[in-house]
Every structure is written in C-alpha cells, then in structure tokens.
C-alpha cells in the first residue's frame, strides 16, 4: 500500500464554508414549498424544531470526532462503541451507500433543473455531469473543497440576496410574530411536526464532515468547532429566509411552486427569478460533489483498516487524492443515476441516513461510558444528550415509515 499520505490542507473558515456547502443547497431550495405545504405560516418553527433536531446529532458527530479524529469516522465511532469490527464495517458500508445513492440523487434532480434552461438527453446530461464531479474530486481535496467553497459562496449569497430584496416584509414581524410562532391547536401543532421532520433532511450533510477528518488542520479542535457552527448558522438562515417566505408569500403559493424560493421573489424581475433558477441548479451539482468526496474518503478509511479491498486505499502521489476509490464511487453512482428514478433514490437516502444517526448517536452513549475511550478529546457533552439523540433519530425513522406506508 502507498505511504502517501492525505493532504491536511483544510482550515477552520474552509472547513465551516464546506459544512454549510454539504446543508445548504438542494435540500432547502426544494423542501421549502413542501415543508410550507405542512407547516403553512408556521413553516420558520418547523425549521427551528428541525434544526434543534440536527443539533442534537451534531454534538454526537463532534465529540466523537474530537476522541477519534479519523477517515471513515462513522464506521470507526460504531467499532469504539459496540466494540465489533464486523458491526464497524457495515456501518463504513452504510455510509458508503448513502453518498452513493444521495450523489446519484442529487445528479438526478440536477438535470431535472436543467431541463427548464435547454433540452438534453436526460442519459447524456447524467453521464457529462456525473463524470465532470468524479474529475474535481480526484482533482485535488484543496481544490475540491475550494469548488465547494465557491459554490457554497454563491448559494448562501442566494439566500442572502432574498433577504436584501425581500427583507422588507420583516418589518411586519413585530405585529405577526405570534401568527409564526405560537401555535394554538394540536392539529396545527401536528402540522409544524410534520414540516419539522421534513425540515431535518434540509440539514443532512453536516455528518459528511467527519470523513474529512484526516485533512483538517488541528482537527481535534477545528472539527467539533466546524460542525456545530455550521449548524447554527444553517438553522438562523432557514428561518430567517422562511420567515421572509411566508410573510412575502402565501403558504399555499409556495407548496404549489416547484421553485419555492424563486417564488419569493415574484414581482422582483425575470433577471432574480432566472438567477435563482442558475443556484439550484449549482445546489445540485456541489451536493452530488460533496457527496463523492465523503464516500470516497470512507473507503479510504476502510481499506486503512482492512475493511475495504487494499488497493482501494492508495493515495495518488500527485493528486494526493484516493484515486481509484474515487473513480469506483464516481461509477456506481453514474450507474444509479442512470436507472433508477428520483424519488427511490431520495426515499432510500433519508431512510439509511436516519439508521446512522441513531447507530452514531448510540455509539457515543455508550463510549462514555467506557473508561479513557478517546481520552484526548478537547470538546464534550453530557452523556444523557447523546441517548436523546439517539431516541429522536428512532422517532424520525418511525415517522418517516409511518407516513409512507400507513
């Protein structure tokens, strides 16, 4: 096996852009109009609730990242826990498919975008594209996450740009803010749950961080610190955009929109409609990238561990990138995105996606409770959060399989 190593070239401001590259982007932009279909006026408490949610995941993910600050980070948190190597590998796996089939995903959805500008065999678009983020990638990691980081820029520029467009509607919040916040009924209550539980996929990606682990410069402090404020900042920004949103715009005229914040801002000229249109479809394309650097860097981590084939485990001496299992991932994902549709693959996504935290959030719950595991670790929580997060994310699953199939 190659002795090159990764490069750990990623700072703390990178590390906090790509956090909030992996969170903001095609969840939002899409989910808005759905979660405001649920929630109505009270979409801004839905995303609240949600985020607190994703919080509470999060501190599992930082702690556990600070005690083991390692590639393949789900996979080696599940062995430290469960003390089972055979258990740690099929999380790695988990966590492998989920940034398969969410890259294949978000590919999907892309192209779909796509179609609204110029018309293109939906096979080819795919192929171009998927290829084209396999190529960044391998590329180099400082010049992926600066990718991501620019892209991230432009998305998160987007959502600020309603504000400074639309922001004037916030003037009315002193008068309506219990009209946003104080539900009064259980049936509306349920509403804001349902568009909570919904909201929670918008925050999806802050896990992917972990697997960075080994190119992030101080990365016991660095990480933890990165994945919490990216939450944060993802959580206020949500809320305030969609604030905006149901006070510019009716709940009714969002959910029936397939470009709810684009929606926002009719009335504004065809130029902040058109541009808006562009961010989803670049929302779409830094996801699917993000998606295969994570998966790619579990592999890795895998193969470090004679989890995974060995050869998949080879850094390239140029690139200082895991080439082949680059290209491996960039593949089954192309091959996903071709023949299957996008909602399995969206289904299939939140579905695995909901086992790992609950499995990470357990993990850590019962790290704690073991003597000098991690001992080294320069950020920590009470023990009792990480079993909470462990019994929402149970709760989350439950609800998800509860809406599908009852």
Do not use: C
């Not at 610190?225 to 305030?240: D, E, H």
């Not at 994310?393 to 439950?398: D, M, N, P, R």
Request: no cysteine.
């Amino acid at each position: 096996m190659s002795t090159t190593k990764l490069d750990r070239s990623i700072s703390l401001p990178m590390l906090i852009l790509y956090g909030l590259g992996t969170m903001v982007g095609a969840g939002f932009y899409a989910l808005l109009g759905e979660i405001a279909g649920e929630a109505a006026l009270f979409t801004p408490l839905a995303f609240l609730l949600s985020g607190f949610l994703a919080f509470i995941s999060a501190t599992s993910f930082a702690e556990l990242s600070s005690r083991f600050p390692f590639a393949a980070g789900e996979a080696r948190y599940a062995q430290e826990g469960f003390s089972s190597k055979n258990f740690s590998t099929l999380v790695g796996w988990l966590v492998i498919l989920t940034g398969i089939v969410s890259a294949a995903t978000l590919a999907v959805a892309t192209v779909g975008f796509l179609q609204d500008f110029i018309s293109v065999p939906q096979t080819l678009a795919i192929l171009l594209l998927v290829l084209s983020m396999g190529a960044i990638a391998g590329w180099g990691i400082g010049k992926s996450v600066a990718f991501v980081g620019v892209i991230s820029v432009i998305e998160i520029g987007a959502l600020f740009y309603i504000v400074f467009v639309a922001g004037d509607s916030l003037s009315e919040l002193p008068n309506r803010w219990q009209e946003l916040f104080v539900p009064t009924s259980s049936t509306v209550w349920f509403g804001v749950f349902s568009g909570a539980f919904l909201g929670f996929y918008a925050f999806v990606g802050f896990e992917d961080m972990v697997n960075m682990a080994e190119e992030v410069k101080e990365v016991r402090k660095n990480l933890p610190i990165a994945i919490l404020v990216s939450i944060v900042l993802t959580t206020v920004l949500y809320i305030v955009v969609s604030t905006i949103a149901v006070l510019t715009v009716s709940p009714q005229t969002l959910a029936g929109s397939n470009t709810p914040v684009a929606a926002i801002l009719q009335g504004h000229g065809d130029f902040s409609m058109k541009m808006l249109g562009v961010v989803s479809l670049l929302t779409g394309i830094n996801g699917a990238l993000v998606q295969i650097i994570m998966a790619s860097r579990v592999v890795y981590g895998l193969s470090k561990k004679d989890q995974a084939p060995t050869f998949l485990g080879k850094v390239n001496s140029k690139t200082q990138t895991p080439l082949r299992a680059t290209a491996i991932i960039t593949l089954l994902v192309l091959v996903l995105a071709i023949f299957f549709p996008l909602q399995t693959l969206a289904e299939s996504t939140s579905f695995i996606i909901l086992i790992i935290f609950a499995i990470i959030n357990l993990s850590l719950w019962l790290v704690k409770g073991k003597k000098n595991k991690g001992s080294k670790h320069k950020i920590s929580f009470p023990r009792w959060v990480s079993l909470f997060g462990f019994i929402t994310s149970v709760v989350v699953l439950v609800f998800q399989v509860w809406q599908k199939f009852f």
